[in-house]
């Protein structure tokens, strides 16, 4: 009767414990049931008349439990590889998992981008260069947009100063290089995507980084790294998003000559005189203005990847905070451009 009370009582652990250990415990109890019936046992056995049951009873049930628990496991082993194999295939095949579908519901609700629009989002490959005022919103709404992979380039780490407009980061990551901070805060918004960390400065030897991405994303705050993205770009024929913001003011296009449009070149072909631009770190910016630009970086690159309404290839939109104005200037390709070797 003990013995029965013993199995019954590991039947509870079963349903409500471990399973793993539930079997163990079984194997166990039943080893020792078996041994205290033993005819090898000292015999006449109190211990084993107490247990209740005989030793060929318990040795039959051993012999016929072998089966059964053999089929339970084997049939578990065989549902977890099934399982496995339909979620590697899910994953090949870029379907949309049910979480997935309902993240994406407000985008998939728009005509201009539909479930057809979603999954090319989820296709695409967006290379943002700077993880700074520009690039934090940009990079938090492309991640909330699911665009499939996202690489961050900055050599940078956060500072103090930083956390007055660069909303990516955070006061507990002062110290941590940008494009970690920039994909710790990616990844615990949006966790289906595949995200890339550069902490380096793009020059001509790390601008190869543009060739493996669909569309580049020019967030930085000096000429010198915007010209050469741009030419790496044209190079490449990848097409750009490049941004700037000064105190209330801020401009945005799309440069994309190996689809007719001008490149930033043909918009801006020399630098301006030294101290006529300065940067915000010297004239100072509104917190805001890079969430607005930054913002129109997204919404750009979105339209651009889904192919929904017009996007700033050929405009140049300059946003004026202060007084509340925006204005949209047409750009055209320059002859004999340095950059893109615009044909007259």
């Not at 089966?67 to 082993?77: E, I, M, S």
């Not at 400065?201 to 493996?212: F, K, P, Q, S, V």
């Not at 055209?332 to 044909?343: M, N, S």
Request: proline share 6%.
């Amino acid at each position: 009767m003990i013995g029965i009370l013993g199995f019954a009582a590991l039947f509870g652990l079963n349903r409500f414990g471990p399973p793993k250990l539930a079997v163990v415990l079984a194997l166990i109890w039943w080893a020792l049931l078996v041994m205290l019936q033993s005819p090898l046992f000292p015999q006449p056995n109190p211990i084993g008349s107490f247990m209740g049951g005989n030793f060929v009873g318990w040795l039959m049930l051993g012999i016929l439990a072998v089966p059964v628990l053999g089929y339970r496991f084997g049939l578990r082993h065989l549902r977890r590889t099934i399982a496995a194999k339909a979620t590697v295939a899910t994953n090949a095949s870029g379907a949309f998992r049910p979480v997935e579908l309902d993240r994406y519901a407000r985008h998939i609700m728009l005509r201009e981008i539909g479930g057809a629009g979603q999954r090319k989002l989820k296709e695409a490959s967006v290379l943002v260069i700077g993880a700074g005022g520009l690039g934090s919103p940009a990079l938090l709404y492309l991640a909330a947009s699911g665009v499939g992979r996202i690489g961050v380039v900055d050599p940078d780490v956060v500072e103090n100063v930083n956390l007055q407009r660069q909303v990516i980061h955070t006061d507990d990551r002062i110290g941590m290089p940008k494009v970690h901070s920039a994909v710790a805060a990616m990844q615990a918004l949006n966790p289906f995507l595949d995200l890339r960390a550069y902490a380096r400065r793009l020059d001509a030897d790390t601008g190869g980084l543009i060739a493996e991405y669909d569309l580049i994303l020019d967030g930085t705050d000096n000429f010198d790294t915007r010209y050469l993205v741009n030419k790496l770009c044209v190079a490449a024929g990848k097409p750009l998003i490049s941004a700037a913001i000064t105190q209330w003011e801020g401009q945005i296009s799309l440069y994309d000559p190996a689809r007719g449009g001008p490149c930033f070149e043909c918009t801006f072909p020399s630098r301006p005189a030294l101290g006529m631009v300065p940067t915000c770190a010297e004239a100072g910016v509104a917190a805001p203005l890079p969430g607005v630009i930054g913002s129109m970086m997204a919404v750009e690159a979105i339209k651009h990847l889904t192919g929904a309404g017009q996007t700033l290839r050929g405009r140049l939109m300059i946003y004026d905070a202060l007084y509340a104005d925006a204005r949209v200037i047409v750009t055209k390709r320059r002859a004999g451009c340095a950059a893109c070797d615009a044909p007259l």
